[in-house]
């Protein structure tokens, strides 16, 4: 989509120093990637008030409440998968600008995608999480329900684009952090993020 030529844009004369002496921290969007019911959401939920409670500024950015509103017109083909992971992007950028740290959890299957969310931002600002587990855990766990619906459908011939069963799920091949959850706990999985959040800087 071609950009409009009459508009400009607009800054601001509150600095990302001053932002990050106010909140105690620098700004970056920890982008938790993985298939449904791999553990992000529950990854997202602990970091965040864990974040909150040591006096940092951040915010989930969820891939299902996005899909109630900003994304409501979107389904799962490949080019709605791809303009979804643009929106969301755009979304973490601008909060991150703010100076919050954004935990954005979505399965967003596709490399490509991920490294245009990558793009958006300053060097060192995405730090990309796979949260890993394998299919059958995955399936195990199902707390939506998705993949025995998946199952049902495909048995009767039909498929639901469901990522990891008849849709592909191109995990990082070089990610920040990479994050089993069958076999660490979600206290170890968040604690490594903790970790890393320090380690370069984001949390002060």
């Known amino acids: ?19 990050a002496a106010l909140l105690k921290n620098r700004p970056c969007v920890v982008w938790l990637t993985g298939l449904s019911g ?20 951040a915010f989930i950015l969820d891939g299902d409440n996005l899909r109630h509103g900003l994304c409501k017109d979107l389904g799962f083909t490949p080019a709605d998968r791809t303009e979804n992971i643009r929106r969301a992007g755009e979304v973490a950028k601008l909060i991150s600008q703010t100076g919050v740290i954004v935990i954005a959890g979505f399965i967003s299957p596709y490399r490509a995608d991920r490294a245009t969310v990558r793009a958006l931002l300053p060097a060192g600002e995405f730090v990309e999480v796979f949260v890993d587990a394998p299919l059958s855990v995955c399936e195990q766990r199902d707390p939506k329900g998705l993949y025995k619906k998946a199952r049902a459908s495909l048995a009767q011939g039909k498929g639901l684009g469901m990522t990891g069963l008849d849709a592909p799920y191109e995990p990082p091949e070089t990610p920040e952090l990479h994050l089993r959850t069958d076999t660490t706990s979600t206290a170890a999985c968040v604690g490594a993020i903790l970790n890393y959040l320090v380690q370069h800087q984001r949390i002060l």
């Open 1 to 19: 989509m071609a950009h409009t030529p009459n508009i400009t844009w607009h800054h601001n004369k509150v600095t990302a120093e001053q932002r």
């Open 38 to 57: 791999c553990g992000k959401s529950t990854i997202a939920v602990e970091l965040e008030s864990q974040l909150i409670e040591r006096g940092h500024a």
